[in-house]
């Protein structure tokens, strides 16, 4: 097994373990996010978590996949190491920018759910009475 | 609260389209709209002429909490789903003077702009009357309308 091989070898491992990681740590801790701006209905909160999570997996993967190729070829331990490590450096950006997306998206689902039950923004300016329904 | 009372004028069309365009949104807090024209207004909301709401628009909560001008838009704003966040931003100290300067701006000149607006529905019927293709009528026979 020559060098090339070596790295995208390491590469790949780490890459999908990296992903792994991230994923699973967004589905743990998203989760709560989820189930508060669905209401409490923890099977739609459920099923969204898990949509969201494919999603950021096929996108990772596929990135770390295409991205295989590109890059410096390595003649030697050392340039093993550097081209592994711009190769990770790089899917760790592209995980890292893609963990902000989510999480923006799950702020912004949650604070859309609590828009439904927030009071009025400005106090009354008076008080009338109202006689009868119209 | 169940329910938003916004009392505007009804012999202002711009105030009748803004109307028309709330009506329209999906709402959290159903609004009832009631022109100041109305017989009843003063019966139902006793104490509503000292707010003089011929001057700007008034918004009274079925518990009878009230608001007006611009706060009277951001009330309207908050009762919509789809601008709640809109009205929370324009509560906001920094931009509610503004809100309400563009408010009494516009309630001060609503009969101007819906001149323009009536100026420019009607040339529109127009148009649309004019393009309509025209019946011939048969001479022994009256006509018509469908």
């Given at each position: 097994m020559n060098y090339v091989v070596t790295t995208y070898a390491f590469y790949l491992l780490i890459s999908v373990a990296l992903t792994v990681w991230v994923a699973r740590t967004l589905h743990k801790s998203g989760r709560l996010f989820l189930v508060d701006a669905f209401h409490g209905n923890e099977p739609l909160a459920d099923s969204i978590n898990h949509l969201l999570v494919v999603g950021f997996y096929l996108i990772n993967i596929g990135y770390v996949t295409l991205a295989l190729k590109y890059g410096d070829k390595a003649a030697n331990v050392q340039e093993l190491l550097e081209v592994l490590s711009t190769k990770i450096g790089a899917v760790l950006l592209i995980l890292g920018g893609m963990h902000f997306f989510n999480l923006y998206v799950f702020n912004k689902m949650r604070k859309r759910a609590l828009l439904h039950g927030a009071p009025p923004p400005l106090p009354p300016q008076a008080h009338l009475s109202v006689v009868g329904q119209i | 609260m169940k329910r938003l009372y916004v009392i505007y004028d009804g012999q202002c069309h711009f105030c009748r389209r803004c109307r028309v365009w709330l009506d329209r949104q999906p709402a959290y807090v159903p609004l009832t709209f009631i022109p100041l024209?109305?017989?009843e207004v003063s019966c139902r909301?006793?104490?509503?002429?000292r707010l003089q709401p011929d001057k700007e628009i008034v918004v009274i909560s079925d518990t009878g909490d009230v608001w007006q001008g611009g706060a009277a838009w951001v009330m309207c704003l908050w009762a919509l789903r789809e601008y709640r966040e809109w009205s929370q931003r324009l509560a906001n100290p920094v931009l509610l003077p503004f809100a309400r300067r563009a408010c009494a701006l516009v309630s001060e000149h609503r009969q101007q702009f819906s001149r323009w607006l009536e100026e420019e529905s009607a040339d529109r019927l127009r148009e649309r009357l004019a393009a309509l293709p025209v019946e011939a009528c048969a001479n022994d026979r009256y006509c018509e309308p469908h």
């Open positions: - | 024209q109305w017989p909301f006793p104490g509503i002429e």
